[in-house]
């Protein structure tokens, strides 16, 4: 066999053994992230026990079907930590993450949202699943938002975001897009599990802010909203606001400005 042969096949065995080892250690690197994002923003809550929570979090999708893990299997984390009520400054949203995100992180004396809590703020943007007859975490290899309705990721927040919705109180906030055609979406979150949990005997009002940023297709004329408007459970009063995303942003670099005067 001619030495040309012999180096390529050479290169081909020392390329397939690299690769492995980079596909084995990114899986080992994904799974050991998780676990030290989780601490590392836990951390940050100082008085939790990060290490109970961590398991208390692991036992609701580990060894499990990763599309088997419903809602309910978070209640024993949420009861551990639960959400408690800040009247007067909830502040819900639907298709404004970044928006709603870039005040809350400056202005949470106004408002604080579902992902400003500890259980939020330490698993938001993160993956993570199980698999039946393993005691791993893994953060690739799990399914989708939409590829099934009982996967890790997608139960956890439906179960967050009802618990959240639970304890709303007072003048309630939600943050609607009025650069997509639908800011009302029956399907979202924030119309399926939240609005419907909002009590006139805690919520006494929502304030509805319409972000309108310069591709703006929707306002607060929007049809969608009069589904709003009708899915409120009754005596709960309904405003709406135009509000440009520049008044947004000033609100949120400007402490000064009251809370009540952000628009
Ligand atoms: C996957 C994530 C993440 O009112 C808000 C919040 O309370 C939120 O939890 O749920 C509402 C927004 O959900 P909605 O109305 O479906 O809007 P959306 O813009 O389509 O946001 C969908 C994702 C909401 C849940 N979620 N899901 N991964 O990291 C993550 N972080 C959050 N909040």
């Known amino acids: ?65 990763p599309c088997n893990v419903p809602m309910e299997a978070y209640n024993p984390l949420l009861a551990e930590v639960p959400f408690k009520p800040q009247c007067n400054k909830m502040m819900f949203w639907s298709k404004t993450k970044d928006v709603v995100h870039g005040l809350t992180a400056k202005r949470k004396d106004c408002f604080v949202t579902l992902e400003d809590t500890l259980l939020g703020s330490v698993l938001d943007d993160l993956t993570w699943c199980g698999k039946e007859g393993s005691k791993d975490t893994f953060t690739a290899g799990c399914p989708e938002w939409s590829e099934c309705v009982n996967n890790p990721v997608r139960s956890f927040w439906n179960r967050s975001s009802a618990a959240f919705a639970d304890v709303a109180c007072g003048d309630v906030t939600a943050m609607l897009s009025g650069s997509i055609d639908t800011p009302f979406n029956s399907t979202s979150n924030f119309a399926s599990i939240e609005v419907p ?42 405003s709406c606001k135009d509000v440009s995303e520049s008044r947004i942003q000033e609100c949120g670099s400007k402490p000064e400005i009251a809370c009540g005067a952000c628009w």
């Not at 006494?204 to 408007?229: F, G």
């Open 1 to 65: 066999m001619g030495w040309k042969k012999k180096v390529l096949i050479g290169g081909g065995i020392t390329a397939l053994i690299i690769l492995i080892l980079g596909l084995s250690l990114g899986l080992t690197l994904g799974r050991r992230n998780i676990k030290s994002t989780f601490f590392s923003r836990c951390e940050k809550f100082k008085e939790h026990d990060c290490k109970k929570l961590w398991d208390l979090f692991e036992k609701a999708y580990v060894n499990k079907d």
């Open 197 to 238: 949990r909002f009590k006139a005997s805690r919520v006494k009002k929502l304030n509805v802010v319409m972000v309108i940023q310069k591709n703006a297709i929707s306002n607060c004329n929007h049809p969608s909203l009069k589904n709003l408007r009708q899915s409120l459970d009754t005596g709960i009063t309904y």
